[in-house]
């Protein structure tokens, strides 16, 4: 028998880093808050100033001074982010066995669940149900009360999770959410209580949590159970909390009881970025926490490493007129460049239209399409710029969702067209039928037998025939389908119009389907009014047919190397992120910001903040642009009133003329460069 070779080979100790020279390494206002003693801090965290090097450094600051790295507990928004900031903490202290607690509210809460569960009566192996399976165990608990669903549009189970989801989170009880964000379902709030507390009995008994219970129960363990919270206050003896501005409610007193022992929390944010009350985070928070936490220290990014001056000098502008906030003034190091840019255009398809030609010439600059991003109030705006850039052969990545006109919503209103012009289109009847209400599958398959053998479908949808198929419940509503019908196929040559008809009919769906009822309502207006360039229903079909087929996303030009593609999103959606060059479009009098916001204080500060947020995305060229005229106006609309309140000499305003030399600036000031 052989004998195998043996070789020895040992493993050597890592060798100890050099000292991190934290005075080297961070700017003075860096320094002062990643140095620190220690107590209740609060890191106020401009566009671009670098709150994540912050972050990083004080725990490894923390870690360099003897503190444990598990009684270190750093709380992020994205698990992504908690990895990405623990590597690089690795990489300074060079250790990488190291046992930091970090990640998202909900991820910790879920490990301190299970470590405490036998406090809250409940096994530690419980099962943590995803949002599908929240909605699904909601609707069976609708049908397990027998509530009737068919008489009324009643609320599916993605909305019903969302007003459950905003009540916990907010602290608001159900009346006041229902009040606030669902007035049209006043009547049923006796019926979502129920539902709601025979979900938390299912719950219980099948030992399931959903998203919204990790953090509940969590925060029922730290105020209900003095022994489980003195074990939690004793392990984590330094709190870090990144993006504090987006917390809500239930997770600031998260933070709040975790830190009443020692009071170690440093929490990094801007107030000027809080954009997402949607969501339920709570602006008030931030502007709360040195109340909250005697003895805060305010620290203060104000150094910006991104923008130009000129860009910075404009967003100084524009959040200075907001009365609820932190004060500060955002300072440039790069060297002075071009002014920003507004643009006023006479109409949608005349903005579009600049857009592209700018993003082409700027290519032609040297600028990569990856380095430009167009960044929107309302994802309804991008629909035009989408159009041009396909014309054009301009590669797009849309972020903000799905392709404005491959949205559900948009598809549903456009089945009822596809109808109107094609009478043998099943699958636009089978999409009609589901969001008409009242009919089952099975009666839709015995409808379609009926319809694609009749030489007038829309009269024999009102037939007697067609009507003994439907039960009771549907056939009022099967009849005002016919008569929709009937109106729509007059209307041929005006398929804006005949959208407007059908929004009625189809808002009883979209009101009961969606949480975001009213972004989508906005949308379906716009592409009423988006309509109007077409003189009939087919050449308008025709149009969001190749629309589809040939997206900007997929082409290249011939023989051009692959230069990435211009970023087409929300601005909700761009925060944390940035371009060389950004567009604004839709800076218009009740587009941005949105109409609703009128009247209402809180709402326009955080129209403005969403602004402010737009402009700090651009690293060296902003443009804000509006239609002068809308579709459906013969008078000129009033640009943003954000942009009415800027000094005049902080940007330039372009005059787009038409001819050899289109687009050419007219500036009225010395300053900035040719773009």
């Not at 390494?25 to 002062?32: D, F």
């Amino acid at each position: 028998m052989s004998t195998p070779h043996i070789r020895s080979y040992t493993l050597k100790p890592q060798a100890n880093p050099l000292p991190i020279r934290f005075s080297e390494e961070l700017n003075p206002e860096q320094l002062a808050a990643v140095t620190a003693p220690g107590g209740p801090m609060l890191v106020l965290a401009g566009a671009g100033s670098g709150k994540t090097r912050v972050l990083v450094y004080r725990v490894a600051h923390l870690i360099q001074k003897g503190v444990p790295p598990e009684a270190i507990l750093l709380l992020t928004f994205t698990n992504k982010a908690a990895r990405e900031m623990l590597d690089r903490v690795a990489r300074l202290v060079g250790d990488n066995e190291f046992r930091i607690w970090g990640g998202t509210f909900h991820h910790v809460g879920n490990f301190m669940l299970r470590r405490y569960s036998q406090y809250l009566g409940m096994p530690n192996n419980f099962a943590i149900l995803d949002s599908e399976d929240s909605k699904f165990l909601l609707q069976e608990c609708v049908v397990d009360l027998g509530i009737k669903t068919k008489a009324t549009r009643f609320p599916k189970g993605d909305l019903l999770a969302d007003i459950l989801s905003y009540s916990l989170n907010t602290g608001k009880t159900l009346d006041e959410v229902v009040q606030l964000r669902y007035p049209h379902y006043v009547q049923l709030a006796k019926e979502f209580e129920a539902i709601f507390k025979r979900y938390e009995t299912r719950k219980k008994s099948a030992f399931l949590v959903d998203f919204d219970d990790l953090l509940l129960l969590w925060y029922r363990l730290l105020t209900e159970f003095p022994e489980a919270r003195e074990k939690m206050a004793s392990q984590f003896t330094h709190i870090l909390v990144d993006e504090y501005q987006d917390t809500n409610r239930l997770q600031a007193q998260i933070v709040k009881e975790l830190a009443l022992k020692h009071e170690n929390v440093l929490v990094v944010g801007d107030d000027a970025q809080s954009i997402y009350s949607f969501r339920g985070a709570e602006f008030q928070n931030i502007l709360d926490f040195p109340e909250d936490h005697a003895g805060t220290t305010i620290y203060r990014l104000e150094t910006n490493y991104r923008s130009i001056p000129e860009i910075l000098q404009l967003a100084n502008a524009i959040i200075a007129k907001n009365e609820r906030q932190f004060k500060k003034e955002l300072r440039s190091v790069r060297p002075k460049g071009f002014l920003p840019a507004v643009i006023p255009l006479q109409h949608p398809d005349e903005q579009a239209a600049f857009v592209a030609q700018r993003i082409l010439e700027l290519r032609d600059e040297g600028f990569a399409l990856s380095d430009m991003a167009i960044l929107y109030r309302a994802h309804y705006q991008s629909a035009e710029i989408e159009l041009e850039l396909t014309r054009r052969n301009i590669p797009y990545e849309l972020r903000s969702g799905l392709r404005f006109f491959e949205q559900a919503h948009i598809k549903d209103v456009l089945a009822f067209l596809r109808v109107v012009q094609n009478t043998k289109d099943e699958l636009a009847w089978k999409r009609i039928f589901k969001v008409s209400g009242g009919i089952g599958g099975k009666t839709v398959l015995r409808i379609w037998e009926k319809l694609q053998q009749s030489t007038d479908p829309f009269l024999e949808l009102k037939g007697k025939e067609i009507g003994n198929l439907v039960p009771r419940r549907g056939q009022e509503r099967l009849l005002s389908l016919a008569e929709l019908l009937l109106v729509t196929d007059k209307m041929k040559g005006n398929p804006s119009e005949a959208i407007r008809q059908l929004l009625e009919f189809y808002d009883d769906y979209l009101r009961s389907s969606f949480p975001n009822y009213r972004e989508r309502k906005l949308d379906l207006e716009e592409l009423s009014n988006f309509a109007l360039r077409y003189q009939d229903v087919e050449s308008f079909l025709s149009e969001i047919a190749l629309q589809e087929g040939l997206s900007g996303e997929d082409i290249l030009l011939p023989d051009e190397k692959e230069e990435g593609a211009v970023v087409l999103t929300t601005i909700h959606r761009a925060k944390g992120l940035e371009w060389r060059v950004v567009f604004v479009p839709w800076l218009l009098d009740g587009h941005f910001p949105l109409s609703y916001a009128y009247g209402k204080a809180d709402a326009m500060e955080e129209e403005r903040r969403l602004f402010y947020v737009a402009v700090t995305r651009a690293k060296d060229q902003i443009y804000m642009l509006y239609p002068a005229l809308g579709y459906r106006q013969t008078v000129l609309s009033h640009p943003s009133p954000f942009l009415s309140e800027l000094p005049v000499d902080l940007y330039e305003q372009w005059v787009v003329k038409h001819g050899v030399q289109e687009l050419e600036p007219e500036r009225e000031t010395e300053q900035g460069g040719q773009p």
